[in-house]
C-alpha cells in the first residue's frame, strides 16, 4: 500500500528553519509531482509549493514563502524535502505531503492530488 510519510517538523522561534521530510513507500513517486500543501487552526488548507518529476526541473511556490522555503526531491530516496527559513508566526501549520500523476500548479485543486501524508507540526513561537 503507498504512503507518503512526513518528517521534521517541530518548534522554532521566529527567524529559524526548518527542512521537513516526506518519504514515500508501496511504489515509486519518481513519476509523481509532489507538493507541500499546510493548514493552520481554523483556516483551509492551503498550497506552499510543488516540484516536477525531476529534481532541478519546475517548481512553483504560494508568494507568502517565495524566496524564504526551497522544494526539492531525491528520486533515489524517494523522498522530498521543504527547506524554511526565516520562519513567521503565520508559518505555524500543519504541513502536509502530497503527490499527483498529473502535471499540477499552485491553482490545482487538492482532490486532483492522489496521495496525501499524515502530516507534521511546525509551530512558529518565540
Known amino acids: 500500500q503507498e504512503h507518503l510519510v512526513e518528517s521534521g517538523g517541530g518548534l522554532v522561534q521566529p527567524g529559524g528553519s526548518l527542512r521537513l521530510s516526506c518519504v514515500g513507500s508501496g511504489r515509486t513517486f519518481s513519476d509523481h509531482f509532489m507538493a507541500w500543501f499546510r493548514q493552520a487552526p481554523g483556516k483551509e488548507r492551503e498550497f506552499v509549493a510543488a516540484?516536477?518529476?525531476?529534481?532541478?526541473?519546475?517548481?512553483v511556490y504560494t508568494d507568502s514563502v517565495k524566496g524564504r522555503f526551497t522544494i526539492s526531491r531525491d528520486n533515489a530516496d524517494k523522498t522530498v524535502h521543504l527547506q524554511m527559513n526565516s520562519l513567521r508566526s503565520e508559518d505555524t501549520a500543519a504541513y502536509y505531503c502530497?503527490?499527483?500523476?498529473?502535471?499540477?500548479?499552485?491553482?490545482?485543486?487538492?482532490?486532483?492530488?492522489?496521495?496525501w501524508g499524515q502530516g507534521t507540526q511546525v509551530t512558529v513561537s518565540p
Open positions: 516540484i516536477s518529476w525531476f529534481s532541478g526541473g519546475f517548481t
Open positions: 502530497a503527490a499527483a500523476r498529473t502535471w499540477v500548479d499552485n491553482t490545482t485543486p487538492q482532490d486532483k492530488y492522489n496521495y
